[in-house]
């Protein structure tokens, strides 16, 4: 049975529990306004250059380039990152196997198939909690696998109480 201060929690990790097109972050909001900001510039270029790039006599080649030039742009900056993580967990099957953690007051500790091992509290920079998972530094403990909101609450008091760096989580 487990104390009021601890949280069992059996993951079995997702691409998107790690990494969406549209997960609210610093860097992805940063990917986002530049590419909006990029669509606009090559509208705008187009808009207002169009009659200059149209009196050139391979002007359907400039266009096609432009609009090449801008949708490899924008893959590069919106998708890649997605497209990454899922290459991730295609080469290393070992992040979609089912790992054990246990959180209480002194850490944290897993136990997987390929090991198992321990983290006290201050070997973590920052704790992140985003609407779907914890992020505990690399470590990503999506809140689907948790078995209650209760057991949500419990990990919230569990980082608040024993972890002194930074840290953000939502409130509530």
Not at 48 to 61: E, V
Not at 113 to 130: H, N, P
Request: proline share 4%; hydrophobic share 45%; glycine share 6%.
């Amino acid at each position: 049975m487990e104390s009021p201060g601890e949280v069992t929690v059996n993951v079995q990790l997702k691409p998107h529990d790690v990494y969406t097109l549209f997960q609210w972050d610093r860097n992805n909001l940063a990917r986002w306004v530049i590419a909006i900001v990029l669509c606009w510039i090559f509208y705008d270029i187009y808009k207002n250059g169009s009659d200059t790039l149209r009196s050139f006599p391979d002007s359907g080649s400039i266009i096609a380039v432009l609009i090449s030039l801008l949708a490899f742009i924008l893959f590069g900056l919106l998708l890649f990152p997605y497209l990454r993580v899922r290459a991730r967990f295609r080469k290393r099957p070992r992040l979609k196997k089912n790992i054990k953690y246990i959180i209480n007051p002194e850490g944290m500790r897993f136990d997987s198939a390929d090991g198992s091992g321990a983290f006290k509290w201050s070997a973590f920079d920052r704790i992140v909690e985003t609407k779907k998972v914890f992020a505990l530094g690399n470590i990503y403990i999506p809140k689907r696998c948790l078995a209650s909101e209760t057991d949500a609450a419990i990990l919230r008091q569990l980082i608040c109480a024993n972890f002194k760096g930074k840290l953000y989580l939502r409130n509530f």
